[in-house]
Every structure is written in C-alpha cells, then in structure tokens.
C-alpha cells in the first residue's frame, strides 16, 4: 500500500484533504557548507475526498507557513489541478536546491552571507498548499496546508569551546570533557609537553564525558585538549590546554609499608598486621582507576 493511499483512513467526517510533506523522509534536516550546491529530495503526498480547486503549490519559506507563497518565498512546484483531480491519492518527489534558500537569496542581493558562510544559522520551511472544494463550482472551498512542513535547519555556526581536565593514573590519564548544547562529538587529543602536533585519541560521543588515555609513560608532562563538533560537523575551537604526568602506583606491599607494616615477616603481630592491611586497602582504593 502506497503512502498516499495509508493516509485516506486519517481524514476525518468532513474533512477534504490532507496534505503530508518530507525531506529525506524526514521532518526535519540539519545541513551545512558542505551541502551548498547540492539539492534534497522533498516529497508530497496528497489524499483527497473534495477535489483541487486549485495548484498544489510547494515552496521553501524563511518564516511560518501560510496559506500561498509569498514575496521573497523560493517557489519549488505547482502541481496542476487537472493532475491533482486526476488521481486524489498520490505522491511524488520535487528537488529544493540548498544555494537557492530565501535567505541567501536576499542576503545575496544585498551583499550579505551566502550559503557556505561561516557563523551563519537560519531555519526554513518547506511547505505546501492547495484549495479544495466540495461542490463543481469551486463555490465552497478551503485551504488545505501541509499537516507538518519541514524544518531545514542551516547551520554553520561552531559550538562553542569544550573545557578539560585531567587526572594522573599509572601509564595513564583519566580526562573529563565539559561542552554546551550543540555539541555531538567530541575529538580527544594530547601531545608531550614541548611538542608542537597534537594526536587525536579518541572520540566521546555526546553525553559521554569521560576518557582514559592509556599507553602514557609515567614521569612525562602530557598536555591534553579537545574539539568540539556539532550534528553538521562544524568544530569549535580548541579547549585550553591541561596538563597531566602519569605517575606509578605503589603495589600492595610497598603501600602496606607506606602505612606502617613491620618489615619483620612473620614476626608481625596479627592485630598490627590487621590494621597495617585495611591502611594499605584504604590507600590502594584512593588510586583504583576511574
């Protein structure tokens, strides 16, 4: 069953059409720079019991949707009456071309941001209209709209700087990463101290916070930064910078003696063996790694 023909039960008594809209089979799309001089797919699905009295017309606006397209709108398609009357359950595909959005259409003209600047982000809307009537004459009608138009979200605005910190552990580094809302990934990264390129370590996927770089060697300063990038890819500049010297953790005895154990072998009385032991345990938890 055609997705046109699924939409027929949805209308209600009384109600003459609906009109559904998609891009991507979304409700919703992010883009970016590198999506400039690409188009997407939009797709119209209509499901009639009155019939057209007019064009199905779609189009792309800066603001809300109204009832017809209007000054400074980019006009997408107008689907004929006659095509519309002709088969009142139907759906088809049209190509809204990214570069052509009203807003970089009017920024163009004036000499502003064109689509690939950077810092820019700005929503649209893919709508679509169409009137129906209920009688031959086109006497009684009204508007059917899009039931939910598409949001096209543009978006080359980086997020803003992470935050990091970071915390020594043998041959190793715990890191807490810090980041606000637009953040999706996050790019981990550390160098030795003095050195000038950065390694990338790892990624956190957004909410994941934390990260345990092993491999380091201890007594060496490692400086540690990291990336922030939104859903569209765009990076943020690099967190400042925090340093971090893995050091070795003592093993069980030398914390035991650490706490006070009798070097005496089995001359160690139980009760000071007792005490020396959970000393040992409570020094050895402090440095279990996160």
């Known amino acids: 069953m055609s997705l046109a023909l699924s939409l027929v039960p949805l209308l209600a008594a009384g109600q003459l059409g609906v009109v559904t809209l998609d891009i991507n089979q979304a409700s919703e799309i992010s883009i970016g720079a590198d999506d400039c001089g690409t188009s997407k797919t939009g797709t119209w699905t209509v499901a009639f019991t009155g019939y057209a009295c007019s064009s199905l017309s779609l189009w792309v606006t800066q603001g809300d949707c109204g009832d017809a397209i209007a000054t400074g709108d980019l006009k997408i398609a107008d689907i004929a009456q006659s095509a519309i009357n002709a088969n009142r359950s139907q759906s088809s595909t049209v190509s809204i071309a990214i570069d052509k959005l009203p807003a970089f259409a009017a920024a163009?003209?004036?000499?502003?941001?064109?689509?690939?600047?950077?810092?820019?982000?700005?929503?649209?809307?893919?709508?679509?209209?169409?009137?129906?009537?209920?009688?031959?004459?086109?006497?009684?009608?009204?508007?059917?709209?899009?039931?939910?138009?598409?949001?096209?979200?543009?978006?080359?605005?980086?997020?803003?700087a992470p935050s990091v910190s970071a915390e020594a552990l043998d041959s190793a580094a715990a890191v807490t990463v810090s980041y606000d809302s637009d953040t999706e990934s996050l790019d981990v990264q550390a160098r030795i101290q003095g050195e000038e390129e950065f390694v990338t370590l790892g990624q956190l996927a957004s909410p994941n916070t934390n990260k345990t770089i092993d491999g380091l060697e201890n007594g060496?300063?490692?400086?540690?930064?990291?990336?922030?990038?939104?859903?569209?890819?765009?990076?943020?500049?690099?967190?400042?910078?925090?340093?971090?010297t893995p050091r070795k953790s003592s093993g069980f005895w030398e914390s035991c003696v650490a706490a006070g154990c009798n070097n005496g072998g089995c001359s160690t009385t139980p009760a000071a063996l007792g005490l020396a032991t959970l000393a040992a345990m409570l020094l050895l938890r402090r440095r279990v790694r996160r």
Do not use: M, W
Not at 228 to 242: H, K, L, Q, R, T
């Open 108 to 160: 163009a003209a004036d000499g502003g941001a064109v689509c690939g600047s950077a810092g820019v982000e700005v929503d649209h809307k893919f709508c679509a209209a169409v009137s129906v009537y209920t009688d031959l004459t086109c006497f009684t009608k009204s508007t059917v709209r899009a039931t939910t138009p598409v949001t096209i979200h543009y978006d080359t605005k980086a997020p803003g």
């Open 220 to 244: 060496v300063t490692y400086e540690v930064q990291a990336i922030a990038y939104d859903s569209v890819g765009n990076a943020s500049e690099a967190s400042a910078i925090a340093t971090v």
